[in-house]
């Protein structure tokens, strides 16, 4: 017990001070998950090996990842991706992650099929939490031309890498896993009339869960968590990945609390950001071999150029072909779309749980999400000043 406390206690000291060193550092240039990762392959057991985590901190680690995703299915705007546009873009995602496929065979030198397939998903993955803040800090939220277009492409890299993953890595093989997914997608649809139902039929009881809410039981966020675990007990037992239950659960959760969305919103962050996600986010560092990355560092080299290839460059030419954005206002798009660090730490851990993915990979493929979110962010940063500067 106080050995685990100990490591729980580096872990929020780091915490506190990652979220006080990003504070100072301007227009979200370092953001808060690289900080967390780097400290944690700094601690980790490749370097000074303060840290040994046991089940409990395990256990805690494996809850900010289901937090993670299930805010990214709860953050989704179904006007980004259900309409005629967000179709496109879920369409060139698959593009996308096809050429991700064809070129993770050719990376798979170091690595096998399997290793490649799960490559290939964390290449084309877009965490949208990372990306958020990033666009905010320059004006470009919701509602903006360029940060729409942003927004469409990376609900489809948020919403296609879970889904790819139980598809393509499902423990049964490709189409059993496809049909048993869609199975569970039948079951998470009908949980989509219970709320409606629930509205209709039993007022008294969505009013117990609005006060509660607004009390010091916060009864939605214990049934969002309710949700969370359930739907993780059943995709257990159906042997899907739980990746994809917890971005479905986000989902059912934004269909059962919609009038309530901005404040549930802050409390969800504030639980999974404030408390889980850090953990998980330190641990997945823990996990990075510097010293082997060093002796070998063509293969992050690699994956950076991979990134770019089947993720940057594909949005940027459609941005600007399509969308008819400007050439530089469309490659800052495909930049800001080619940021996966979140997703990509899930999905290559659920990966090397699975047997999926070797360790090395893994700890590569890491190393360079981090240093893809301080890239792309300063390139994109020094498109939009190239920009302004030639407006007379």
């Known amino acids: 017990m106080n050995a685990a406390l100990g490591d729980l206690f580096i872990i929020f000291c780091a915490a506190a001070v990652s979220a006080v060193v990003t ?26 090996d303060w840290i040994t985590p046991g089940e409990s901190i395990t256990i805690m680690g494996n809850i900010g990842t289901g937090l993670m995703f299930l805010l990214a299915g709860y953050e989704i705007e179904p006007r980004n991706h ?7 873009a879920a369409l060139l ?10 070129l ?12 490649a397939t799960a490559t290939a998903i964390a290449l084309v993955a877009t965490a949208l939490g990372t990306v958020t803040p990033m666009l905010k800090s320059r004006g470009l939220g919701a509602g903006t031309r360029l940060g729409d277009a942003v927004l469409r492409h990376g609900t489809a890299g948020q919403m296609g890498a879970p889904v790819a993953l139980a ?7 490709s ?6 997914l869609l199975a569970f997608l039948c079951l998470v649809a009908v949980l989509f009339t219970v709320p409606d139902l629930i509205r209709r039929r039993m007022g008294w009881l969505v009013e117990a869960i609005r006060e509660g809410s607004r009390s010091s039981t916060q009864t939605d966020v214990r049934l969002v968590m309710v949700v969370l675990l359930g739907l993780l007990l059943l995709t257990g037992a159906l042997g899907l990945d739980s990746i994809m239950a917890a971005f479905l659960a986000g989902v059912v959760v934004r269909e059962a609390f919609p009038d309530e969305h901005s404040d549930l919103a802050v409390q969800l962050h504030a639980v999974a950001f404030g408390i889980f996600i850090p953990v998980f986010l330190v641990l997945a560092g823990m ?40 050439p530089a206002e469309a490659a800052q798009i495909g930049l800001y779309t080619g940021i996966g660090l979140g997703l990509v730490a899930a999905v290559t851990q659920a990966a090397v749980q699975a047997g999926a993915m070797t360790a090395t990979d893994r700890s590569a493929l890491v190393a360079t999400a981090c240093i893809v979110v301080v890239l792309h962010g300063a390139l994109a ?7 302004q500067t030639r407006v007379p």
């Open 23 to 48: 504070r100072f550092v301007p227009r979200q240039f370092l953001p808060d998950g690289v900080v967390l990762i780097a400290f944690g392959s700094v601690v980790g057991p490749f370097a000074l």
């Open 82 to 88: 259900f309409g005629p546009r967000g179709r496109r």
């Open 93 to 102: 995602w698959l593009v996308c992650l096809g050429l991700a496929l064809l």
């Open 104 to 115: 993770g065979q050719a990376l798979s030198v170091f690595s096998n099929s399997t290793g």
């Open 167 to 173: 598809v393509l890595l499902g423990v049964r093989g």
């Open 175 to 180: 189409l059993a896993s496809s049909l048993v």
């Open 287 to 326: 996990n990075i071999d510097l010293a082997g990355l060093a002796r070998s560092p063509w293969i992050a080299f690699a994956f950076l150029g991979a990134n770019l290839v089947v993720r940057v460059l594909p949005v940027a030419l459609y941005s600007w072909r399509v969308d008819g954005f400007a």
């Open 381 to 387: 940063r020094a498109l939009a000043r190239r920009v």
